[in-house]
């Protein structure tokens, strides 16, 4: 069964260090998320990607942050200069198509860790 | 904008017993309802989905759930739990904010453990 696939699962960095975590979404599917959990709190929206642009992004979604889809497959989420608060469990989603019946499909998330 | 309380972080229950797990939800429009699940070192996994027509919609694994439009409540039972639904469970509701997003707006989660 295809699913969403996100490397590395646990990543520790140092506060003002940039990161880059990836995912694979599932094969024909055209619209990408990213999602967070610090711990203890809900699971909240970052952005959401389709047609090669961001379609919607949260308030937490500021200038440190961005989303790629560099090459068909691949969809990352970069921080570019991290801080203590942005330790959390990040998710990845794919969904298929438009409609509000599709399925959001979820990785099994990258833990991020800031010293 | 939409939200979602899960009442209980915590509950525990017997093999065997039932399991009954809460979630009312705040939406200005009828919403699309969902439940997800997460193992331990997993990602969510939806469990069932309630979007039009029937309001008590079943998932996998036994669970089911029913939306009460007038308590705004989508509330996850199975009548006889088994230790392999020890798990975290998320409720989650989905509004369309344009351009077919549908993004999730998740309530905190409850976790359920099973005691033998």
């Known amino acids: 069964e295809p699913e969403v696939t996100q490397t590395p699962s646990h990543q520790v960095t140092q506060m003002g260090q940039e990161v880059i975590l990836r995912c694979v979404p599932i094969s024909n599917h055209l619209y990408f998320y990213w999602y967070r959990q610090i711990l203890g709190q809900k699971v909240e929206f970052l952005v959401s990607?389709?047609?090669?642009?961001?379609?919607?992004k949260s308030e937490i979604f500021d200038d440190q942050f961005s989303v790629e889809r560099p090459d068909g497959s691949n969809f990352t989420l970069k921080i570019r200069s991290t801080k203590l608060e942005d330790s959390a469990m990040y998710f990845c989603?794919?969904?298929?198509?438009?409609?509000?019946?599709?399925?959001?499909?979820f990785g099994p998330g990258t833990r991020l860790t800031v010293l | 904008a939409q939200s979602v309380t899960q009442l209980g972080s915590h509950v525990s229950v017997s093999e065997g017993a039932l399991v009954l797990l809460r979630c009312n939800y705040s939406?200005?429009?009828?919403?699309?309802l969902f439940w997800y699940v997460q193992y331990p070192n997993q990602g969510l996994q939806l469990l069932l989905k309630y979007t039009t027509g029937a309001t008590l919609v079943k998932g996998i694994n036994g669970f089911e759930a029913e939306f009460k439009k007038s308590e705004t409540s989508f509330h996850l039972t199975k009548p006889s739990a088994h230790m392999s639904d020890a798990a975290e469970y998320f409720c989650a509701v989905s509004l369309n904010s344009g351009g077919s997003n549908y993004k999730l707006t998740f309530g905190k989660g409850t976790l359920l453990t099973v005691n033998p």
């Open positions: 989603a794919s969904r298929s198509r438009g409609f509000p019946t599709d399925t959001q499909y």
């Open positions: 939406s200005s429009v009828p919403p699309y």
């Open positions: 990607f389709y047609n090669n642009e961001i379609s919607e």
